[in-house]
């Protein structure tokens, strides 16, 4: 690859008592900085019109590009519809399907990311609503998705990404043209790997006639570099159980509780009290979404708890059907002090419980001090 | 690592240049001409193949920059910050059937001819240069049979062949890229093929830039080396370019209107891009690259359940992109819309608004804390 996919830092010890080696500065400070200031990344849409085969997730071509830094997409390949990992770690997919409504009743249309690695095919839906009136509905869908195998576009036995669509009603297209247009984001956040280390201090090299030691060179530079590259992050996901949503009064909160960790890098997840506990302060990223049972008539919203105040994302309300999964969502940059507490919000009120859905999930991670 | 993108079908489009891309080697073969259709009793003329070139062609991260595949005997083209590439087309057989020549760059071939007609045969037509050597020329007919296509030379596109009256009865069209097409052959057998579409291929290579200069060997650097070279990126890093800001005020959404929402609560702006007056964030100067933009909006709706969704915008909405669209309730909970979309900013130029759009009633956003409209947006990549 170009550039390493994140910085090699030497071991502690390695420069005791000697000089600190050109090559080593290169990689941990030189091709750590490249690469994070060139992080791959990559936006496309779709202008088709694309037609959407009833009870299936389908994938949706992407012919357009908004860009693609590392060129991990080729919209004139064999496989227009895929994103192609181009360095290995967890990357932020965010999609939108923009759908033509022509009519029919209970009609079911979501969002969602497929992912394709060594692990097998993972289908993320986004949100999901089910229509039964003219209108035409749009749906957005985020994960955070670890990509390791990495290749070119249309090369087989490399890890990609695919934004997707799905209805239950056949004879269905999407929308094409601006501002409608289907769009498959994706940019690489972090490396995933287990981590205490500090938000950097990045502090300034002393003027002579002070030293600095390895610890100082350590905390300034190897440690500012591999924050950068590991921040905090989680992907937490509902483990599907009895788990209920009481009906309830605009605006109280119920807290869904969460069971599946695959990513909690700093190990800050409280499983007794269900909340995520923030090791650092900074600016992060949360994507907060809710599924639960569908009932006519019924409202719904998602958003997260922030030390007991709750922040809504989006709201929907089903127009007449009993039948299918409701999913809410929402995608909102917060600042958080270390110590600060965050918990996945749901709300409902068809009058009687509603059942929780496997595609509740709560991603989050650092991004800004 | 040399990457490559290749446009292959015939059309114009434009190529963003990557982050650290400053220059690219661009190729264009140009398209094959056609092969001469004629009922005469001698056939006509193969189609010329279309011309190689190639130039290093400076450009500019992060801008666009325009191809052109050309289709039959057409000129293909690139065109760089101050040099264009382009490859000639072939004529057709019916105007010579000339292989492409003329460019002026660094590196260039010129197509092959189409060979020539005789009694009720068709000549073949030219074949395309190639990478490393001009085209073939396509082969006269010797009466009353077709003259075959000129042999295609590493990456370029083979001639048709030409028809006659005893073999064979059809014209062949040229292969992409740029192949001449075959000639008809004459009152029996008159079709003529086309010539193929040219062909633009970019390299380039994604390590061409670094960040912070390589340390030289034995190299031991001054205070203020590492403050600007490992410091100052590190510390841009860690403390991006952000941007948060909510709406807490009152605001009336026009049913099917884009309304522009004025946030009026700043909660971060430490490079003061926000200008309240156009209700608008302004990437500042020296800040441009990849943005995430999260866009939550909200409408208390006061009839039938409408479609409520949220809009960024750039550039005071002449870039829209709709990330939510969701059918929302019309009493109890407030409507709301969340989405998020990376978009490229340039700093000093582009700016960033936040619009929502309600269709099927009219309505108001909500005010009250944790329901309102937000828009946030944070520095992610160059």
Known sequence: ?369 | MAVSTTYSTAGSGLWLCPVGVTSVQAECWGGGGGGQQTSASTGGRGGGGGEYALDTVGVTPGRLYAWNVASAAGNSTFAGDTLTVRGHGGKSGSTGGSGGTGSINATHFDGGSGGRGASRGGGGGGSSAGTAAAGNNGSDSPGNFGGAGGTAPAGGGSGGEGAGALFPFASSPGTAPGGGGGAGGGSLEPGASGGAHGQVRLTYDLTAQPVIPYFPAGYAPLHSDFDGWIQAPLAFLTSRVVFRAELSNALSLTNNVNTLIPFNNVLEDPFSGWNPGASQWLCPAGYGGLYNVTLTVSAQSNSSNPVLESRIGIDSAAYLYTVCKTVTPNGGPAGLASGSQPVQLFGGADSVQGYAIVIGASGAVATNAGQRCTLTIEWSAL
């Not at chain 1, 550039?3 to 830092?9: A, E, K, L, N, S």
């Not at chain 1, 923009?98 to 690695?117: D, E, H, M, R």
């Not at chain 1, 985020?142 to 695919?162: E, I, K, N």
Request: glycine content about 10%; proline content about 8%; charged content about 10%.
């Open chain 1, 1 to 369: 690859m170009p550039i390493p996919p994140y910085p090699q830092p030497p071991s502690p010890g390695t420069f005791t008592n000697t000089p600190v080696l050109v090559s080593a500065l290169r990689d941990d400070v030189t091709s750590g900085v490249t690469f994070l200031a060139n992080r791959p990344a990559f936006s496309a849409y779709s202008t088709g019109n694309a037609s959407i085969s009833a009870d299936s997730f389908t994938p949706v071509v992407l012919d357009t590009e908004y860009f693609d830094t590392w060129a991990g997409h080729s919209p004139l390949g064999t496989y227009p519809q895929n994103y192609y990992c181009q360095s290995p770690g967890w990357y932020l997919a965010e999609g939108f399907v923009p759908w033509n409504y022509t009519g029919g009743s209970f009609v079911a249309l979501a969002a969602a990311i497929g992912a394709f690695t060594a692990g097998g095919t993972a289908i993320s839906e986004g949100q999901a609503q089910v229509i039964a009136t003219g209108v035409n509905p749009g749906m957005f869908a985020a994960d955070l998705v670890q990509l390791t195998r990495t290749g070119v576009p249309d090369s087989s036995g490399s890890d990609y990404l695919q934004l997707m669509a799905f209805t239950n009603y056949s004879s269905f297209t999407l929308q094409g043209t601006s501002p409608n247009l289907p769009t498959l984001s994706a940019r690489w956040v972090g490396s995933g790997a287990a981590s205490t280390l500090p938000v950097p201090a990045n502090a300034s090299f002393p003027v002579p006639p002070s030293y600095v030691d390895e610890t100082w060179l350590d905390a300034n530079v190897r440690d500012a570099v591999s924050f950068l590259s590991n921040p905090p992050m989680l992907r937490y996901t509902y483990a599907p159980g009895s788990q209920t949503i009481s009906s309830g009064t605009w605006p109280a909160a119920a807290k869904i509780t969460l069971g599946t960790s695959s990513l909690d890098n700093y190990s800050a997840w409280d499983p007794g009290s269900s909340q995520w506990i923030a090791p650092a302060a900074g600016v992060h990223y949360v994507y907060a979404q809710v599924a639960c049972t569908s009932a006519s008539g019924a409202a719904y919203a998602a958003g997260v708890t922030v030390n007991g105040t709750t922040t809504w994302g989006q709201s929907y309300i089903n127009g007449a059907t009993t039948s299918g999964t409701i999913i809410c969502s929402m995608a909102e940059h917060f600042r958080f002090a270390a110590g600060d507490t965050v918990s996945l919000a749901g709300f409902q009120n068809a009058g009687s419980a509603l059942s929780v859905k496997a595609q509740t999930r709560l991603c989050i991670f650092w991004e800004s001090s």
